[in-house]
T-cell receptor
Framework: EAGVTQFPSHSVIEKGQTVTLRCDPI?????LYWYRRVMGKEIKFLLH????????ESGMPNNRFLAERTGGTYSTLKVQPAELEDSGVYFC???????????FGPGTRLLVL | GEDVEQSLFLSVREGDSSVINCTYT??????LYWYKQEPGAGLQLLTY?????DMKQDQRLTVLLNKKDKHLSLRIADTQTGDSAIYFC?????????????FGQGTTLQVKP
């Protein structure tokens, strides 16, 4: 069974540009989560999809962040326009609906210059 | 609010035991997790414990939970150089209707030969 995959693995962009991160969850996992770790601090929750619906987006920092999960499969997280403080590692995780364990992807390392 | 605290750094000699500690504030936590992140890699689930358990053992790993003090620890027996990584403690709140995890800052474990 393939794990959670994320693309790209690294992204370096300039302030003001747009970046789109992609996450492919494990097949059959209806729960999909986005998290972020900034500057060596704790990993913080961003949002949670159940299938294509946003269950909880309380962790989204501001309206420059847009997450989608059309069709309930893969998800994208777009940052527009990117700011310096958006630099960090963005993790995606997935799980089955009734499962307590979340499986994490390798993360996308975003650097905004 | 929900908060998870960990010490930032631990250094041990190869063959010694390592004990990584974590405290949390949410008394309604249902599950508590330990994740491991090796350099350049994603988060790997090591083990988890349900809140009504005191201890869980899995090969070299022992998790102890003191629910009264809201204290969780991870003991690694016979620590090896391959155990060098960042270890994250996380809790899932029972008061949340989503599955979001609350993470600590991570403890960097350095294993000296």
């Amino acid at each position: 069974e393939a794990g959670v995959t994320q693309f790209p693995s690294h992204s370096v962009i300039e302030k003001g540009q747009t970046v789109t991160l992609r996450c492919d969850p494990i097949s059959g996992h209806d729960n999909l989560y986005w998290y972020r770790r900034v500057m060596g601090k704790e990993i913080k929750f961003l949002l949670h999809f159940v299938k294509e619906s946003k269950q909880d987006e309380s962790g989204m920092p501001n309206n420059r962040f847009l997450a989608e999960r059309t069709g309930g499969t893969y998800s994208t997280l777009k940052v527009q326009p990117a700011e310096l403080e958006d630099s960090g590692v963005y993790f995606c995780a997935s799980s089955r609906l009734t499962e307590e364990t979340q499986y994490f992807g390798p993360g996308t390392r975003l650097l905004v210059l | 609010g929900e908060d998870v605290e960990q010490s930032l750094f631990l250094s041990v000699r190869e063959g010694d035991s390592s004990v990584i500690n974590c405290t949390y504030t949410d008394s309604s936590s249902t599950y508590l997790y330990w994740y491991k992140q090796e350099p350049g890699a994603g988060l790997q689930l090591l083990t988890y414990i349900f809140s009504n358990m005191d201890m869980k053992q899995d090969q070299r790993l022992t998790v102890l939970l003191n629910k009264k003090d809201k204290h969780l620890s991870l003991r690694i027996a016979d620590t090896q150089t391959g155990d060098s990584a960042i270890y994250f403690c996380a809790e899932k709140s029972g008061s949340s209707n989503t599955g979001k995890l609350i993470f600590g800052q991570g403890t960097t474990l350095q294993v000296k030969p």
